[in-house]
């Protein structure tokens, strides 16, 4: 099995930044495409990013595209999220998922979950 723990969430102000980190084990991490989704309470959850085990193919939710940043360093088994120009509307859980097919990273339909980590945007 894959096992992912998210850290680096955190109170900031519109217009700031923040990073997100997603640590990965108990399999190859090399070979497993990734990604993050975003829920508010109330809401459904969405797609923000997913890159490619490769780290050749990367996508991002339109809302985000050019304020967000995702990367992976294979060599610490970690996926990141750069998040810059935060704003109010994008306050919710963020979440990593991993899969051997990057669509079902896409679509939400990931085999593995990670716990969630908090990004609070004030005004």
């Known amino acids: 099995q894959v096992q992912l723990v998210e850290s680096g969430g955190g109170l900031v102000q519109a217009g700031g930044s923040l990073r997100l980190s997603c640590a990965a084990s108990g399999r190859t991490f090399s070979k497993i495409s990734m990604g993050w989704f975003r829920q508010a309470p109330g809401k459904e959850r969405t797609f923000v990013a997913a890159i490619s085990w490769t780290g050749g193919l990367k996508h991002y939710a339109d809302s985000v595209k050019g304020r967000f940043t995702i990367s992976r360093d294979n060599a610490k088994n970690t996926v990141y999220l750069q998040m810059n120009s935060l704003k109010p509307e994008d306050t919710a859980v963020y979440s990593c998922?991993?899969?051997?097919?990057?669509?079902?990273?896409?679509?939400?339909?990931?085999?593995?979950w990670g716990q969630g980590t908090q990004v609070t945007v004030s005004s």
């Open positions: 998922t991993a899969d051997q097919i990057l669509g079902a990273v896409r679509a939400g339909n990931g085999d593995y």
